[in-house]
């Protein structure tokens, strides 16, 4: 396959992306994902101003990640709380992967901040590129890329 | 742990964001990875502008995660070539993570357009969550985050 022939705004990074490729928002997936459900709890946590912050819910709304209901307390107006949907759940192993890479290469003199560990058993939580057979994959072992149905090819508008 | 109470800058996802959270940047990662590595290769087939490429691969040079070389064509200026170092190739589980997930989630009609295979053995390749105890870990498996020496608490600037 030769990559630079296809299009590369079908690919599933390229769509991905497109969702979750703003600044800001996979903090604020992290946070929901660590139990911060509230507006007001989340900009003052992440240090996200609000009307970006309204932004970045109402476009994870609009994808499907993020579910609003509504609450009130005693005595206060109704106020919103933030869910991850099903396909919000999901971004675990992006969110699991990025909290590896950082804790590898970006951790200061003391370390890294946070461990992930298995509630039933108290285990660790790592992300690992596995092939289908269980090999496990290094970052230098040799992978094939093949276009599937849903590639493109790219128009040509130049010669090359 | 009441992640609340800690400064979420010091966290390796917001960490890692900083670096990779700019719109285009993993789209320049994802074709490094596939090969693409000259400037003017990158600009045609991620389609971005050539100004905001300049910046990101800068940014990415200055995150040690790229490297150029120069190499010059038979009567033609010197050029370069961009390279993923060996922290930038440590990237690969987050972008299979990203891509498994437009897979499952954002494919058209056609399904998914490329299919990533180990080249060893034929199987495809996906990323996995996984405890150290070798559990898989489910989108709803309970997990608990303990803080490490790296963690901060936030200084409290507010009443809550």
Do not use: Q
């Not at 992306?17 to 507006?39: A, C, K, P, Q, S």
């Amino acid at each position: 396959m030769t990559w630079e022939r296809y299009d590369s705004r079908v690919c599933s990074v390229a769509r991905t992306m497109e969702v979750l490729g703003e600044r800001w928002t996979m903090l604020i997936v992290r946070d929901l994902f660590n139990g911060v459900r509230r507006f007001d709890a989340l900009h003052r946590h992440i240090g996200v101003a609000r009307d970006v912050l309204t932004r970045r819910l109402e476009a994870l709304m609009d994808a499907g990640l993020v579910e609003r209901t509504s609450y009130r307390e005693e005595g206060a107006r109704e106020r919103y709380e933030y869910r991850l949907t099903s396909a919000g759940r999901d971004l675990r192993p992006i969110l699991v992967a990025i909290m590896d890479w950082g804790d590898a290469h970006l951790a200061g003199a003391d370390g890294p901040p946070l461990e992930l560990t298995h509630d039933a058993c108290g285990a660790g939580v790592h992300t690992h590129l596995v092939c289908d057979e269980g090999h496990a994959i290094g970052t230098t072992t040799r992978l094939h890329a093949a276009t599937k149905p849903g590639a493109r090819l790219l128009v040509a508008s130049h010669k090359d």
